[in-house]
């Protein structure tokens, strides 16, 4: 059974903060991994990553890849209070890009 | 680009009806897309996959009989709770593959929350 796990499950951090958030993944027949940020409704996407050591980069928020280890990270830089949200980190499988979501991490940024 | 939208956002009915939610690709076609349902405070599960013009291919433990899945276009599949419970009532998210430069990605609708009375 595939499997994705992100942790922490929950993080409060200070506006100006960095963080970093983890997914871990077993799965067969591996094509991408994604992340997306869930508010209120349902989830927008960030990255794709498919490749081990290419960093993806948008604004504060950057993304990496680690086949070998099965494991990727986002980072979030100089964190705002409109960064408050779940990060769902999802990997697509097989040849109908299935994708298997971990459980999130909720995010809360403080003033 | 790549924008999906679901009918209705919400909805509530009472125990028994059927309850049909369209989601549709606006900008794109999509042979493939999926339906995912989402409990308060849990990650999205996925339900099934559905192709254009053939059978959706349900994951283990979701009902074909109950959530009935039509792909009728390539822009439009429809997914039907029949004989909605309480136990039903979820946030139900449909999502359409389309090409981001080369790469497939999965673009979502904004969901439809279902209460069932």
């Known amino acids: 059974e595939d499997k994705v796990v992100q942790s922490p499950l929950s993080l409060v951090v200070h506006e100006g903060d960095t963080v970093t958030l983890n997914c871990s993944y077993e799965?067969?027949?591996?094509?991408?991994l994604l992340w997306y940020k869930q508010e209120k409704k349902a989830p927008t996407f960030l990255f794709m990553l498919?490749?081990?050591?290419i960093e993806k980069k948008s604004g504060r928020l950057s993304s990496i890849l680690d086949k070998k280890e099965l494991f990727s990270i986002l980072n979030i830089t100089a964190t705002q209070t409109g960064d408050s949200a779940v990060y769902l980190c999802?990997?697509?499988?097989?040849?109908?890009?299935?994708?298997?979501f971990g459980t999130g991490t909720r995010l809360q940024v403080t003033l | 680009g790549a924008v999906v939208s679901q009918h209705p956002s919400w909805v509530i009915c009472k125990s028994g009806t059927s309850v049909k939610i369209e989601c549709r690709s606006l900008?794109?076609?999509?042979?493939?897309m999926f339906w995912y349902r989402q409990f308060p405070k849990q990650s999205l599960m996925l339900m099934a996959t559905?192709?254009?013009?053939?059978?959706?291919?349900?994951e283990q433990g979701v009902e074909k009989d109950k959530f009935l899945i039509n792909h009728a276009s390539l822009t439009l599949s429809t997914l039907t709770v029949t004989s909605a419970h309480p136990e039903d009532s979820s946030f139900y998210i449909c999502?359409?593959?389309?090409?981001?430069?080369?790469?497939?990605?999965?673009?979502f609708g904004p969901g439809t929350r279902l209460l069932v009375l």
């Open positions: 999802a990997v697509g499988t097989g040849t109908a890009s299935k994708l298997t």
């Open positions: 999502s359409a593959k389309a090409l981001t430069g080369e790469q497939e990605t999965q673009y």
């Open positions: 559905s192709n254009e013009g053939s059978k959706a291919t349900y």
């Open positions: 498919t490749s081990s050591g």
């Open positions: 799965v067969t027949n591996f094509r991408s």
């Open positions: 900008d794109f076609q999509a042979t493939t």
